[in-house]
């Protein structure tokens, strides 16, 4: 058995699941709705507040298919009751942000401002100058609007200069020796 597939995905109160016949499992949370196709042979049972993902056989994709089933299913449950959350870092001399309603205006050393729209699903904060927030229920989602802000102005290894992520260590190198 997938150590991660057997174990059980505890259900809070206040989320509804709902397991439909064609096998599309539906979350919904205080803070939204979120939903997925479970491969056809799986079978999803809820019962006493847990939710047990069970494999068909012990095929070589069948097993690496059941953890992922099961942690997806468990990302979306802790979506919709905490929500996600990625911390990015602006850093360079001259490089802020601005929140302009619900869009973000970056001015990263380009000789214009770069404007990033939202995702449906998906809000920013900033709470600094030089810190963005991405908030959502879906973690694949939040991860790579994160991964798309990243990569306006990604960090560079002489100066130290870019968007990161608040955890990521930039390697830093040895620029060119004077002679």
Do not use: C, W
């Not at 174990?7 to 979120?34: A, F, R």
């Not at 999803?44 to 059941?66: E, F, N, W």
Request: glycine share 12%.
């Amino acid at each position: 058995m997938s150590r991660i597939g057997k174990m059980p995905v505890q259900i809070p109160e206040g989320v509804n699941l709902n397991v439909s016949s064609e096998g599309k499992i539906t979350v919904k949370g205080p803070k939204g709705q979120l939903s997925y196709n479970i491969p056809e042979r799986f079978k999803v049972d809820i019962s006493d507040g847990q939710l047990k993902v069970t494999r068909p056989g012990d095929s070589r994709k069948d097993k690496a298919t059941h953890g992922l089933v099961r942690t997806l299913i468990r990302n979306m449950v802790v979506g919709v009751t905490d929500g996600y959350s990625k911390k990015l870092e602006v850093v360079g001399v001259g490089y802020k942000t601005a929140l302009l309603g619900e869009k973000i205006q970056l001015n990263v050393g380009y000789s214009h401002p770069v404007v990033v729209e939202p995702r449906p699903g998906i809000t920013f904060e900033l709470p600094s100058v030089n810190t963005i927030v991405v908030k959502g229920i879906d973690k694949y989602l939040v991860g790579q609007v994160a991964a798309d802000i990243r990569d306006i102005r990604r960090p560079e290894p002489y100066k130290g200069k870019g968007i990161r992520y608040s955890d990521e260590v930039i390697q830093r190198k040895v620029g060119k020796a004077g002679a």
